[in-house]
């Protein structure tokens, strides 16, 4: 039963959800109480090396186990890029929105369009500096290559020939000139993206510049910076005390390794089982996603 008084609870919208998580502020005391001190194998430790042992758990887990997507929606300006979100490590998926159904149109990233930068220059060539001595930047001229490559190889190029001949497909006299221009049945309609960790940006094709845009991603769960507003799903909570408990052990002297090896291997059964739980298979809506697959299409 949560501690929160019901009332509390539905009138302040940051409670919302909150008992499917414990903060890293609990985890810490807890574990300081529960696993350290007199008559214990670690003994006295200090409190942060606990903590600091705990975000390393909760960096591996929200990448390995917890795997908690968020989304954010965004539109492009005239560069056609979008600023990675402050606690951004690794994308799932990039849509568009489609403006009559709703549904997202996934893009396909790009791996083969690097982004560069440009440096600007003065006729002779030399690059100019700012005031504080760092190169001007402008607009790869391979970058805007790239963003009208997509539009030229969707269009179909009608050539005027002027004169009859068998190869003509439109009653105007033009030809399909198929030798300059090749349909790539492996190329995405959606769109392409490329992303610059560096720079902490997403590029895209320019095809989607009048698109509202889709960026689902994972964080490492600690965009935050105090203790208890960091917080893991309580299903990981026994994991991450083993994860701690283990790393703690393994980094102290005059501990025999048989412990070492007994507390890495709890470690690894409590964080199998904790993936398995987050796994959230639920057996009637396998069955049900099983039953709809063998439906006839007629």
């Known amino acids: 039963m949560s501690s929160i008084l019901p009332v509390t609870y539905y009138e302040n919208q940051g409670n919302h959800g909150s008992y499917v998580y414990v903060s890293l502020e609990e985890i810490v005391n807890n574990f300081m109480q529960n696993y350290t001190g007199d008559n214990t194998v670690l003994g006295n430790v200090k409190r942060y090396n606990v903590l600091y042992w705990a975000r390393q758990g909760m960096r591996q887990f929200s990448m390995d186990a917890l795997k908690e997507v968020k989304s954010v929606e965004l539109e492009l300006g005239s560069t056609l890029d979008i600023i990675l979100p402050p606690d951004y490590v690794s994308y799932v998926r990039i849509s568009w929105v489609h403006p009559q159904t709703g549904y997202l149109m996934p893009l396909s990233k790009n791996t083969k369009l690097p982004l560069a930068t440009a440096y600007l220059q ?16 402008g607009t790869s001229n391979f970058q805007l290559l790239n963003d009208q490559q997509k539009n030229a190889e969707n269009s179909i190029n009608v050539l005027n020939c002027g004169t009859s001949c068998s190869g003509c497909q439109y009653e105007h006299g033009g030809c399909l000139n198929t030798a300059l221009y090749k349909v790539d049945t492996s190329r ?19 095809d989607n510049a009048s698109r509202v ?22 299903m990981a909570e026994y994991s991450l005390n083993a994860w701690i408990n283990w790393n703690l052990l393994n980094n102290r002297l005059g501990i ?43």
Request: hydrophobic share 30%; proline share 2%; charged share 30%.
């Open 188 to 206: 995405n309609a959606n769109g392409y993206f490329n992303i610059d960790t560096r720079q902490g940006r997403i590029h895209f094709s320019s």
């Open 213 to 234: 845009l889709m960026l689902e991603y994972i964080s490492d769960g600690l965009e935050y910076t105090e203790e208890s507003d960091i917080k893991i799903n309580k």
């Open 122 to 137: 003065d006729n002779n060539a030399e690059i100019l500096f700012d005031s504080e001595g760092y190169p001007l930047e």
């Open 256 to 298: 025999q390794e048989y412990i070492i090896r007994r507390s890495k291997k709890d470690y690894d059964t409590a964080f199998r089982n904790t993936k398995i739980k987050l796994m959230d298979l639920r057996p009637h809506e396998l069955i049900h996603t099983i039953n709809k697959s063998n439906q006839w299409f007629k």
